[in-house]
């Protein structure tokens, strides 16, 4: 089962999965990819705003329910909008998903390719898989935070003399979440341990959380040669 969570709420781009991006809907990116996998009947937008149902419809995707006002403030957390989506289809479908794929609407360089390469690497024994990009702030180099003394210092310990030597740390892109159901209603996904990474490029990982990012992603398509 495919969710798309997409609250009508935003702050840093207001209204951003439905604004055009170079004349298409941003949340009609993550459409177009998840249908690249998957029917339309397992494809689940999880919004509570109107407009946001309207637009999705006007794709040819059915919205089945609007979430819950209490589940989409700020202060909303996924694992209650996830829960909220399976059950449902549980209750209303008859439709008892194993394995969730989570895509968040803000990143519209995410494809069915991503989406079937991050699948391959799901299996039986691991709670989810999550993707990445390997970061250019190596916590073992770079980062630096105040202790109580008020003095910078490491993030990470470490007596690496270049980036080149530290180990590779990956932060999550919030393209692409792949999360086993049981272990879902189990405990949150902050909590899981067996969880296993998959690798996007840095174009691929843009994420669209302010006017900064949006400018950027409309360089990167009107000019795709370039990158």
């Known amino acids: 089962m495919v969710v798309i969570p997409a609250r009508g709420g935003s702050k840093g781009v207001p209204r951003k999965n439905i604004l055009p991006l170079l004349g298409k809907p941003l949340i009609n990116y993550t459409i177009e990819a998840a249908r690249e996998v ?3 009947e397992v494809i689940c937008v999880s919004t509570e705003d109107e407009e946001i149902r309207e637009v999705v419809e006007k794709s040819g995707l059915n919205v089945p329910f609007y979430r819950p006002l209490e ?3 700020d202060t909303a957390g996924t694992y209650e909008v996830l829960i909220h989506s399976v059950n449902f289809f549980e209750k209303n479908q008859k439709y008892f998903p194993d394995t969730l794929i989570v895509l968040q609407p803000t990143s519209p360089f995410r494809t069915g390719q991503h989406i079937k390469e991050a699948l ?3 299996s039986n024994s691991c709670e989810m898989v999550v993707s990445v990009k390997e970061t250019h702030a190596n916590p073992y180099y770079i980062l630096r935070e105040e202790n109580r003394d008020g003095w910078l210092v ?3 310990e470490g007596n690496f003399r270049t980036r080149q030597e530290c180990p590779k ?3 999550l892109n919030g393209a692409i ?3 086993s159901v049981e272990a879902l ?3 949150n996904i902050g909590e899981f341990t067996r969880v296993k990474k998959y690798v996007m490029d840095e174009k691929s990982s ?3 959380d302010s006017k900064m990012d949006w400018k950027i992603a409309e360089l990167v398509l009107s000019d795709k040669e370039a990158f």
């Open 120 to 122: 391959n690497q799901f």
């Open 169 to 171: 740390v990956y932060e």
């Open 206 to 208: 843009i994420d669209i």
């Open 71 to 73: 589940l989409a403030g």
């Open 177 to 179: 979440y792949i999360i």
């Open 38 to 40: 998957f029917s339309d």
């Open 185 to 187: 209603k189990k405990r």
């Open 154 to 156: 490491k993030s990470k």
